[in-house]
């Protein structure tokens, strides 16, 4: 227990509603490092968040390219030079019988890159995080809404940041530690 | 918010009370006329100038246009059998271009009067085998190709088609006036089995009017190939004409990024599957081999038609699918119209490549047999021989036909299903 950091500030809100307004507010003050923690999806929340859009898609897309060369790399080398077999006359490496496994490849590394992307981009697996150390967070998979602003935030103050929270009609509002 | 569905609904009136319900008398009818003029005048001046092939050109026009009727038709009965809240605020625009079908009858008489010109390889094939031109595959199908029961299909047809328009647009007009959510639910259940009226009905169709062209040819997957760029077109059609009512002042409010946004996707969906259907037709017929098969594309290597093949790979699907790719082009407007009617052009050029190459007569054929192996500008230039002005005349006038008569239907009703139980989840809906 020596040596304890802070992490950010936690505060709870009793409504969608409620943390949508406390999030736009907060980042009209101008915090950055401001993250929401609620029971189901809130439409426009990441927007009032001020959070930019996902680079997920970008990776997405290199995957698929990737199905696709190697698929047609794989076919290219196995059955136009390595092994090449006639079958019913049909040329060894035809554009048509490549399109199925080009296309299951493409799909096969595009999928794989958009999960194990989306686990990259939120540096999961995770067993801990910080927040859980907060005394209601428990609630986030019930009833209950929250607001994270983090410690290496430039504006952040352990004093002036509790009290705004606060003003926003924050409750249980913490500073919690790493 | 959702308990809504178990009372009378509330209307649009209630929810959004700044979103015009109605197009304002009189408004508009400048430009419907103006549409039903430039479709007449261009079908019209496409007989005076087409000659003998004028019936493969009007084809080319009314197999494409009525892709966007039976789209419309599809798209209204999915909404209601998914129980859709995204889609209500465009669901009465898809009625009112299925409720284009009765006029879509009307305008298959100048099919059936070229249907000797049109369908000459089956109708006056000879089926009886003592003659010495005795054809007897034709003999064996005869049962089904037979002109009178082609002409009897054909109304079976568009009872179906014009039933189910008919019906879904009517009941969907009678909740504007009493918002009865049992209304909803019954038009879910019937969605069912016209949707399996819808799609026996559409492949027949697809068979009979441009698969029986080549009447030993033969691919079950052919009407799904059709009625998959039928529905993208519907869609560029509907990004395109309620973009043009907004422009006007109509929609604006009801219809946001949100919804062309998920119109888009299905723009490219269907473009997607129109690639996916074309595809599975070819290579099976590419691997199998069989010459009854293979005739078809064999015919489709000849006369320029290699290239457009080449062009509908690129156009109806490499560039389409890069292009419409990303989400900013599908929520920009200027981007998605742009691939709106990009893919209205290729959607006649793809009726041009399943109808043209069967034509044998008329004084824009092509000569027979050569530029198989020519070079582009050579394959190209002996498309272009092989087409007439007239198939974009045709297709052209009967979409501003298809315009004028759906604007007709848009100034009669209400924009929007204005008292659906599921127009606040409409009204409301985001893409995350």
């Known amino acids: 227990m020596t040596n304890t950091q802070k992490w950010g500030i936690v505060a709870e809100f009793d409504s969608a509603r409620a943390i949508y307004q406390a999030a736009e507010k907060t980042t009209a003050h101008g915090y950055t490092r401001v993250d929401a923690h609620t029971p189901f999806p809130v439409h426009g929340l990441d927007k009032a968040l001020k959070q930019g859009p996902s680079p997920l898609g970008w990776l997405v897309l290199c995957g698929g390219i990737t199905g696709i060369c190697l698929a047609q790399l794989m076919m290219w080398w196995m059955n136009g030079v390595d092994y090449v077999m006639w079958v019913s006359g049909k040329t060894p490496y035809a554009w048509e019988t490549t399109i199925p496994i080009t296309f299951e490849l493409m799909v096969l590394l595009a999928g794989i890159t958009a999960v194990f992307g989306m686990f990259g981009l939120n540096k999961l697996p995770r067993l801990h995080h910080p927040i859980f150390s907060h005394k209601t967070f428990w609630r986030v998979t019930d009833d209950r809404f929250f607001l994270s602003i983090e410690a290496t935030d430039p504006k952040f103050d352990s004093v002036q940041t509790v009290r705004f929270l606060e003003s926003l009609g924050g409750k249980n509002v913490a500073v919690v530690e790493d | ?432």
């Open chain 2, 1 to 432: 918010m959702t308990a809504t569905a178990h009372h009378s609904a509330q209307s649009l009136q209630q929810l959004a009370p700044n979103v015009t319900a109605k197009v304002r008398d009189g408004d508009l009818a400048k430009a419907q006329l103006a549409l039903l003029l430039i479709g007449a005048a261009l079908i019209g001046a496409a007989w005076a100038t087409g000659g003998k092939s004028f019936f493969f050109s009007y084809l080319v026009g009314y197999m494409g246009v009525l892709g966007i009727c039976l789209g419309a038709l599809f798209f209204t009965m999915i909404q209601h059998i998914t129980r859709a809240g995204w889609s209500v605020v465009v669901r009465r625009t898809a009625e009112n271009i299925a409720g284009a079908l009765p006029v879509m009858a009307l305008l298959f008489v100048p099919v059936l009067v070229g249907s000797h010109d049109l369908y000459h390889h089956w109708m006056d094939a000879q089926i009886d085998p003592a003659k010495p031109n005795y054809d007897s595959v034709l003999a064996g199908k005869s049962a089904w190709l037979d002109t009178n029961f082609f002409f009897v299909r054909a109304a079976i047809y568009f009872a179906i088609w014009i039933g189910l328009a008919s019906y879904f647009r009517g009941q969907s007009i009678k909740q504007d006036e009493s918002g009865d959510p049992a209304i909803s639910l019954r038009l879910a259940r019937v969605a069912a089995p016209g949707l399996l009226l819808f799609a026996l009905s559409t492949t027949f169709a697809a068979f009979d009017w441009i698969m029986s062209l080549d009447p030993h040819w033969f691919s079950t997957i052919f009407g799904i190939t059709y009625f998959s760029g039928g529905v993208m077109a519907f869609f560029a059609f509907t990004i395109l004409l309620t973009r043009w009512l907004g422009s006007k002042g109509y929609l604006t409010g009801a219809m946001t990024t949100e919804h062309f946004h998920d119109l888009g996707k299905f723009l490219f969906a269907f473009m997607v599957f129109w690639t996916y259907t074309n595809f599975s037709q070819y290579m099976l017929i590419w691997y199998a081999n069989l010459p009854e098969e293979t005739v078809w594309y064999a015919h489709r290597q000849h006369g320029g038609w290699a290239i457009v093949g080449t062009l509908l790979i690129v156009g109806h699907f490499l560039f389409p699918f890069a292009f419409l790719m990303s989400r900013h082009v599908k929520r920009h407007p200027l981007g998605l119209a742009f691939g709106a009617i990009f893919l209205l052009v290729i959607h006649c050029i793809d009726m041009q490549y399943l109808i043209l190459p069967n034509m044998e007569h008329g004084d824009h054929a092509a000569p027979a047999g050569e530029a198989a192996h020519g070079g582009f500008a050579h394959e190209f230039g002996a498309y272009l021989h092989t087409i007439s002005w007239a198939d974009f005349g045709c297709y052209v006038g009967l979409l501003a036909l298809l315009g004028g008569f759906v604007l007709m239907n848009v100034r009669r009703t209400n924009l929007v299903p204005v008292r659906d139980p599921r127009l606040a989840e409409s009204l409301k809906f985001q893409n995350i």
